[in-house]
């Protein structure tokens, strides 16, 4: 077939094909051409397939774990010369928790809240299911290096993925704004590490430049393959859920990467019959880091960029989201929200969700437990709905958050009666677990 000129190139996935398309004028592009948006109107793009192809039982049977149970839903060719194995570290099959004590301290019904934490991957966050996908399809197209710019998450799981396949990896984080568990990973992986005098959105801007001067594969989630990796959080948590699926699923949004490929899971398993709707995708962002939730909000379809976005989330701290575009579709077509939380609200749902569930995250991934408090005290989110909240980070990427927010241990001489007396002066030994409850919910 030509469209514009070029070839359609589908490649086979046992029974599936796929395509690469811009989502904005639809034109079409080889599988093996190295690019991210579209050359002819920079719109983004999307990997496509042709779903009457594809036998359900291959979703709702298939054996396994992770990202890779779903590999007929990814876009590779099985048994070729061309299909390589997986660079994998197990990431994905993360738990998703009932979540009784917060939705009660919320307001919610018991058993109506879930938390799906995906701190809980191999890297310590969501990252490791794009790049499991995208580092292999990296390998697949035999690139001479990998390269992003980075809150910090993406670098520590590309610097993973790189060091596994044994590839050179380049990363720019803005110069102290990574937290420092993010950076340490980067570093320690072996990762060409920059720390660029600019934000996330200039380190985005520059890295762009440098994979299309230098050859290198640019690893952002403006690269399509790396949502298709991401999109499985919505295949696990509707397995997770008998595959049946959530009303409202929430999550913090910064590229807006993810909330995109979740929603196109959710859309994929509709257009195969194996559910029969699509959740209410929610995206949470900092007050001082908006962009998206402006836009939603004005009903405009395009983004106004914030050049100095600022919050303690770091991992959000993005003005001009490259998913934008793809982010409002998954909201708004799935009839979703859009809402923005403070950093004291952030700090006090990352407590609340620590204490009274045992969920350690980053400050970004509480936006989303942050921004169903938000919603739901405004009556936007009604009682009843069952709700799966995405926590995307995990506490210990950021530890300096968590200890300046967090009382600082005391110091006691080294004999029994100094301990106890510091307890009973500070009145916690007798305290009963109903109290200890409720100081935290
Ligand atoms: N939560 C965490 C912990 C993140 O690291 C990110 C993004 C997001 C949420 C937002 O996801 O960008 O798909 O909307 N971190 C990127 C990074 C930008 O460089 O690590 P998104």
Redesign the pocket.
């Known amino acids: 077939m030509e469209i514009y000129g070029l070839r359609t190139h589908y490649v086979t996935i046992t029974t599936m094909e796929y395509r690469v398309e811009c989502i904005k004028c639809g034109r079409r592009f080889p599988a093996h051409k190295i690019i991210y948006t579209c050359d002819k109107c920079n719109g983004l793009l999307d990997i496509k397939y042709d779903y009457s192809s594809i036998d359900n039982e291959r979703i709702v049977k298939a054996k396994g774990r992770g990202v890779w149970k779903y590999k007929a839903l990814l876009p590779f060719k099985e048994g070729s010369s061309s299909s390589l194995s997986p660079i994998t570290i197990n990431e994905g099959d993360t738990p998703l928790y009932r979540c009784d004590r917060l939705a009660q301290s919320i307001g919610l019904g018991i058993g109506d809240l879930w938390v799906k934490h995906e701190?809980l991957n191999p890297s310590g966050?969501?990252?490791d299911r794009g790049m499991t996908v995208g580092v292999t399809k990296a390998m697949e197209l035999h690139v001479k290096g990998v390269a992003?710019?980075?809150?910090?998450?993406?670098?520590?799981?590309l610097a993973i993925f790189a060091a596994k396949a044994g590839i050179p990896c380049y990363v720019l984080l803005p110069k102290g704004k990574v937290a420092l568990g993010?950076v340490a990973q980067a570093m320690m992986h072996g990762a060409k590490v920059l720390s660029l005098l600019g934000n996330?959105d200039d380190a985005l801007r520059v890295v762009r430049e440098l994979c299309e001067e230098e050859n290198l594969y640019l690893l952002?989630?403006v690269n399509p393959y790396r949502l298709e990796g991401?999109k499985t959080i919505a295949f696990e948590i509707a397995e997770q859920l008998n595959w049946d699926i959530p009303d409202r699923v929430i999550?913090?949004?910064?590229?807006?990467?993810?909330?995109?490929?979740i929603y196109k899971g959710f859309l994929e398993l509709e257009k195969l019959g194996i559910t029969s709707s699509v959740p209410m995708m929610t995206?949470i962002q900092a007050e001082g880091a908006q962009p998206v939730v402006r836009a939603f909000k004005d009903a405009r379809t395009e983004i106004i960029p914030e050049p100095e976005p600022e919050t303690i989330?770091s991992?959000?701290r993005?003005g001009n989201?490259v998913?934008a575009a793809k982010?409002l579709l998954a909201i708004r077509n799935s009839g979703g929200l859009a809402e923005s939380v403070s950093d004291a609200e952030i700090t006090e749902s990352q407590l609340l969700l620590a204490r009274a569930e045992g969920i350690g995250v980053?400050p970004?991934?509480a936006?989303s437990i942050a921004g169903l408090r938000k919603l739901y005290d405004a009556g936007e989110i009604d009682r009843g709905e069952k709700i799966v909240c995405i926590t995307?980070?995990h506490l210990l990427?950021d530890p300096e958050r968590a200890i300046a927010i967090c009382e600082a241990p005391q110091e006691v001489m080294a004999d029994l009666e100094s301990v106890r007396h510091i307890l009973h002066a500070t009145a916690t030994l007798n305290k009963n677990r109903e109290e200890h409850i409720h100081i935290y919910a």
């Open positions: 701190g966050s969501f990252k992003c710019a980075s809150t910090g998450n993406t670098s520590a799981s993010k996330f952002n989630s991401q999550l913090p949004v910064g590229n807006a990467g993810n909330i995109s490929a995206g989330a991992a959000i993005i989201p998913n982010a980053e970004a991934s936006a995307t980070g990427k």
